[in-house]
């Protein structure tokens, strides 16, 4: 079993977007995935109610108000799943703190803007901060580049700028056209465009997530 978690200080960055394409990924590679919703905005929700894809059978909203409550959902969820991801909001640290506080692998997404790389390095610090507060081994914390326009410099040079604020980025998702009229249909990119470039990326994006867990 495994807690996951998606977290970030900007919004539009690829949290809920990874979420979900990792959730199909998961369950291809055979897991119990559970998807639990904490942004108030339910955009995952909306985005399971556009089609009957995976998400619409795995996708739960989660109140985070009261962290004991939402501890006890997590631990319910983790009993009848083996992969748990948690999806959440920008902004509000409590979320992202309370979802790293159980998580065993916090996944920060990070676009290639210089300002997107600034608040990668304070989710860095709320997720680091999480893991003190657990004595120092868990979390784990993976940068994911995100939205990255292919074949470009900056997305070239993204990777080694998240690497150099001090933990390992799992492998590139770029921004193609497939994965946001997946969403729009509800779906996944695996279900939408299987085989394409855009879901080959999302399929080496679960793989390596897996050699993390298993660490
Ligand atoms: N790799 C991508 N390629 C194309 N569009 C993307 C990609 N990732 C996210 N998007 C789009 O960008 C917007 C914000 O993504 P989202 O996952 O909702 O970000 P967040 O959850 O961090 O706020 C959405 O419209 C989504 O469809
Ligand atoms: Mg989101």
């Known amino acids: 079993m495994a807690i996951v978690a998606v977290t970030g200080r900007k919004g539009g960055i690829g ?9 199909a ?35 739960e909203a989660v109140d985070t108000a009261k962290p004991e409550k939402f501890r006890e959902y997590v631990e319910r969820a983790a009993k009848k799943a083996d992969r748990v991801l948690i999806d959440t909001p920008p902004g509000f640290a409590d979320p992202a703190l309370l979802a790293s506080l159980l998580a065993d692998v916090v996944l920060l997404p990070a676009g290639p803007s210089p300002l997107d790389i600034m608040a990668a390095r304070e989710a ?19 940068f994911i580049p995100s939205k990255v326009l292919a074949n470009t410099n900056l997305g070239r040079d993204l990777k080694a700028s998240l690497e150099g604020l001090g ?49």
Request: with cysteine; charged share 25%.
């Open 15 to 23: 949290k809920s977007t990874i979420t979900a394409n990792l959730a």
């Open 25 to 59: 990924e998961l369950i291809e590679l055979g897991h119990k995935v559970v998807v639990l919703d904490t942004d108030p905005q339910q955009s995952l929700i909306a985005w399971a109610g556009l089609g009957d894809g995976v998400l619409s059978t795995c996708v």
């Open 124 to 142: 860095l610090e709320l997720t680091k901060e999480a893991r003190a507060q657990r004595n120092g081994r868990k979390p784990l914390i993976r």
């Open 167 to 215: 933990e390992k980025a799992l492998p590139t998702i770029c921004q193609r056209i497939a994965v946001a009229e997946a969403a729009l249909s509800g779906l996944t990119i695996r279900e939408y465009a299987k085989g394409s470039p855009a879901h080959t990326e999302f399929m080496s994006l679960a793989k390596a997530l897996e050699e993390v867990i298993k660490k």
